[in-house]
C-alpha cells in the first residue's frame, strides 16, 4: 500500500499501517500513518483495559484522530485503506465513514484479511462492486504499479 501511495501522490487521501518493533526486531505494535504523513499508535502489546486483538491492546482514539480525517475523499480522487482488519474495525466510526466510502462514486483500494475479522469485513468481501487480489510472493512486486495504473484518475 504504501507503494502505491508513493505512486498516487497528490491523487490520493487515505492511510497505512506499519508494525512497530523493539531494538531485538520483534513486532510490539503498529502504528497508523495518513498519507499526508500524520502517524499515530493503532496497537501495542501492552496490559490494561480496552479493546484488544490478540495480545494488542488497540489505541481506538489515537486510530480515529489519524485515520478518519484521512477517510474524507473528494471525487475523481483515490481513497488507500490498509487495513480493514479487527484492529481498526473496534472504531465504530471507521465502519460508519468506510461503508459510506463504499457507497461514493470514488475508486477505492483498501486491503482485508484473507478470511474471517467479522461481519463487516464479510460484508465487503461479497460486494459485487469489489475484486479481490491475492497479494502472493509470485505478484507483490508488481502489484503497486498495475494497481496505480489501474487507479490513477484518467488525465483531462
Known amino acids: 500500500m504504501r507503494k502505491v501511495a508513493d505512486l498516487l501522490r497528490g491523487v490520493a487521501s487515505g492511510f497505512y499501517t506499519e508494525e ?67 484492529m481498526e474495525c473496534c472504531s465504530e466510526e471507521f465502519i460508519r465513514r468506510v461503508g459510506r466510502a463504499f457507497e461514493a462514486e470514488i475508486s477505492i483500494l483498501a486491503t482485508i484479511p484473507l478470511r474471517g475479522g467479522g461481519d463487516f469485513i464479510d460484508s465487503i468481501r461479497r460486494r459485487q462492486d469489489v475484486e479481490t487480489i491475492l497479494v502472493a510472493r509470485e505478484n507483490r512486486e508488481a502489484l503497486p504499479e498495475q494497481l496505480a495504473a489501474k487507479l490513477s484518475p484518467p488525465l483531462p
Open 20 to 86: 512497530v518493533r523493539d531494538d531485538k526486531g520483534q513486532r510490539i505494535g503498529f502504528q497508523v500513518i495518513s498519507l499526508e504523513g500524520k502517524q499515530g499508535e493503532l496497537a501495542r502489546k501492552a496490559p490494561g483495559p480496552g479493546p484488544r486483538v490478540g495480545s494488542y491492546l488497540v489505541n481506538v482514539k489515537d486510530f480515529e484522530r489519524i485515520a478518519l480525517p484521512s477517510l474524507e475523499a473528494e471525487a475523481g480522487r483515490v481513497l488507500l485503506i490498509d487495513e480493514i482488519g479487527k
